[in-house]
């Protein structure tokens, strides 16, 4: 029987999801990592912490340990497109590292050393969960993510990521983990929901909001593994 892997940086994240999903049982690891059972899956769920370098290592690590068939990574988001609201969902066509910068080098900012840019998430597991969130009627939208090692609180500066990256939201690890996981061969979609518009009233927002958009990310999430 194929494995998921669940992903989510933070505590009040992977929570909602432990608890809408019946995550229950604790397994011994790097990370705080709870398993299950949803519909025909056996589940997985890695609270890997905040930033790149921790998503990556969390990947990396649930590849290496479980070998899961599909992976998802949940949590939330800041909106740089005016057209996303609260609560709303952004599901990552492609992602890209904004703080990653060689240009002094040729490349384009964002790029890394290995060409690479815009990072695809799995279209087939992308696909799945936009349909299945269609079908649930709710606020969902394509696009593209954005990440950084750091939490923009700025609104001058998130409106030149939107200017230089076309990027709808941004956040801290989905970029990184989506590098990871197609490297490594294991399918991967990039699920957020948005808890603020990037700026200066971010943090107030992201507080206010993380565990009801942590909660419509679950519900999603248990329906896509469920049909």
Known sequence: MSMVALFAAEGAEAQALRGQLSLQEALDGPWVIHQGELGRYPVVLIETGVGKAAAAAAVAYAKVRFNPSQSFWVGVAGALNPDLKTLDLILAQDAVQYDVDITAFGRA?????????????????????????LAMGLPIYLGRIASADRFLAHRSEAEEVRRVFAADAVEMEGAAALWTAKRMGMPMALLRAITDQAGSEAPVAFETFLESASKRLAGLIGQVLST
């Open 109 to 133: 900012p964002g790029e890394l050393a290995t060409g690479e840019r815009f990072i695809p998430a799995d279209a087939g597991l992308t696909s799945r969960v936009l349909r299945t969130a």
